[in-house]
């Protein structure tokens, strides 16, 4: 079993940064692939980034491209991911989970643990 508990999120306003991070406790946290969706109002859940368990490789929507970045500090347990150059539009609880492996990275219903989510809001 793994808990996950978020934190970071807020109220930014458009062009602004947030830092959210992801800390996990229970199990042994490097063997894990870590991803970030997001699920704004009525809408479906979506795929935000993937870091594999080592940090090596990173995998990110086409819509945060360019402007998140995901890493992780395995001895400290914890996934970040720094958000830059916000839009309105990325306004959403924005949510991490734990998976083993890294196939169908970008499916939420691959990933086997998550945390409760924290919300994250954009002026315009």
């Known amino acids: 079993q793994v808990q996950l508990v978020e934190s970071g999120g807020g109220l930014v306003q458009a062009g602004g940064s947030l830092r959210l991070s992801c800390v996990a406790s229970?199990?042994?946290?490097?063997?894990?692939?870590m991803g970030w969706f997001r699920q704004a109002p009525g809408k479906a859940r979506e795929f935000v980034g993937h870091?594999?368990?080592?940090?090596?490789?990173?995998y990110y929507a086409d819509s945060v491209k360019g402007r998140f970045t995901l890493s992780r500090d395995n001895a400290k347990n914890t996934v970040y991911l720094q958000m830059n150059s916000l839009k309105p539009e990325d306004t959403a609880v924005y949510y991490c989970?734990?998976?083993?492996?890294?196939?169908?990275?970008?499916?939420?219903?691959?990933?086997?643990?998550w945390g409760q989510g924290t919300q994250v809001t954009v002026s315009s």
């Open positions: 229970g199990r042994t946290f490097s063997v894990f692939y």
């Open positions: 870091i594999s368990a080592s940090g090596a490789n990173t």
């Open positions: 989970a734990a998976k083993y492996g890294s196939s169908s990275y970008a499916t939420y219903a691959s990933y086997d643990y």
